[in-house]
């Protein structure tokens, strides 16, 4: 099991941006694909971004394409994600989550079911 923590979320107003970060705490951390999910209130955890464990393969979901960058240090085992021109409807709990990067999805980067190691997440707020 893999220990996650995110940080650096916060409130912002739209158009703005924010940096969230996740640490790790396994010795193998460069073995693991890492993904970003957010869910808001009344929804489903979606898949925002997700980063292979050799950081060559970086998928993003459709909403947020050209606006944020997922990246990842396997040194500093952390991941992060900016988040340009923010808006409101990324207002959400934003986690970080681990899958091994030897085994193959089941179903697909963007599916919470397909991780099993999730930090307690961090809020982001976009307000007007």
């Known amino acids: 099991q893999v220990q996650l923590a995110e940080s650096g979320g916060g409130s912002v107003q739209a158009g703005g941006s924010l940096r969230l970060s996740c640490s790790a705490s396994?010795?193998?951390?460069?073995?693991?694909?890492m993904g970003w999910f957010r869910q808001a209130p009344g929804k489903e955890r979606e898949g925002v971004a997700f980063v292979d464990f050799g950081g060559g393969r970086k998928e993003y979901a459709e909403p947020v394409k050209g606006r944020f960058t997922i990246s990842r240090d396997n040194a500093k085992k952390m991941i992060h994600l900016q988040m340009n021109s923010l808006k409101l409807e990324d207002t959400a709990m934003y986690y970080c989550?681990?899958?091994?990067?030897?085994?193959?999805?089941?179903?697909?980067?963007?599916?919470?079911?397909?991780?099993?190691?999730w930090g307690k997440g961090t809020q982001v707020t976009v307000s007007s």
């Open positions: 396994v010795p193998d951390y460069s073995d693991f694909d």
């Open positions: 989550a681990a899958h091994w990067g030897f085994a193959p999805f089941k179903e697909s980067w963007s599916k919470a079911s397909d991780y099993n190691s």
